[in-house]
């Protein structure tokens, strides 16, 4: 099946900082790909996606770029603020043409004022 | 976006003890949701896989007999804790499926906090 990996963390900042996390792929095809962020004590929310080569998936000043030729998908944000503190989970469907997402381990940002 | 609401968000049971956790999708239908676990500061790990009206598909090293799925309606499935031990202790999370014209997308519960004494 498919699989991914990301940077472990912690990743520590300061309010205004540049983040980067990397996560890269393997996969069958050119699935979807995702990244998701927890907040303490909560669940998963969508963060953002790209659904095919070159896409560009952008929300709340977080962007990540779907490039096949490094099967990449890093996650970057050029200015970080204390309420981005979460953990980053980078994922993808388990099969080509399969719902079901499998995660990377994700990555816990901390970021300080 | 869409809503998917997981029913007790934190909950302490004793050992030996059965526990249910609910996830409903509010505002659309889902024949198809997930069930992962979440251990402390790691991933998330599929359980199984619900659908409405048929039987729940396990993953490897699931034991079914312990974590009793029951898909029973478009919106809400369940997932019960047989005989709880403290190693059961663990974050429990689902996610639903929306299967849309244009799309499918899946959106997640705020989890389940379970902690066997």
């Known amino acids: 099946g498919n699989s991914v990996t990301q940077m472990e963390g912690p990743v520590t900042l300061s309010e205004e900082a540049f983040l980067t996390i990397n996560c890269t792929y393997t996969?069958?095809?050119?699935?979807?790909l995702f990244w998701y962020v927890q907040y303490p004590g909560e669940g998963l929310q969508l963060l953002l996606k790209?659904?095919?080569?070159?896409d560009k998936g952008s929300n709340k000043g977080f962007e990540a770029t779907y490039r096949k030729e490094t099967t990449s998908f890093h996650l970057e944000k050029g200015s970080v603020q204390v309420s981005d503190s979460a953990v980053y989970f980078c994922a993808l469907p388990m099969y080509s043409g399969y719902s079901t997402l499998t995660f990377g381990k994700g990555t816990m940002l901390l970021v300080s004022p | 976006g869409a809503v998917v609401s997981q029913h007790p968000s934190r909950v302490i049971c004793k050992s030996g003890t059965s526990v249910k956790i609910e996830c409903r999708s509010l505002?659309?239908?889902?024949?198809?949701m997930f069930w992962y676990r979440q251990f402390p500061k790691q991933s998330l790990m599929l359980m199984a896989t619900s659908n409405e009206g048929s039987k729940a598909t396990y993953e490897q090293g699931v034991e079914k007999d312990k974590f009793l799925i029951n898909h029973a309606s478009l919106t809400l499935s369940t997932l019960t804790v047989t005989s709880a031990h403290p190693e059961d202790s663990s974050f429990y999370i689902c996610s639903a499926l929306r299967q849309g014209e244009a799309n499918t997308e899946a959106f997640f519960g705020q989890g389940t906090r379970l902690t066997v004494v």
């Open positions: 505002d659309f239908q889902a024949t198809t």
């Open positions: 996969a069958t095809g050119y699935p979807s």
């Open positions: 790209a659904t095919k080569a070159d």
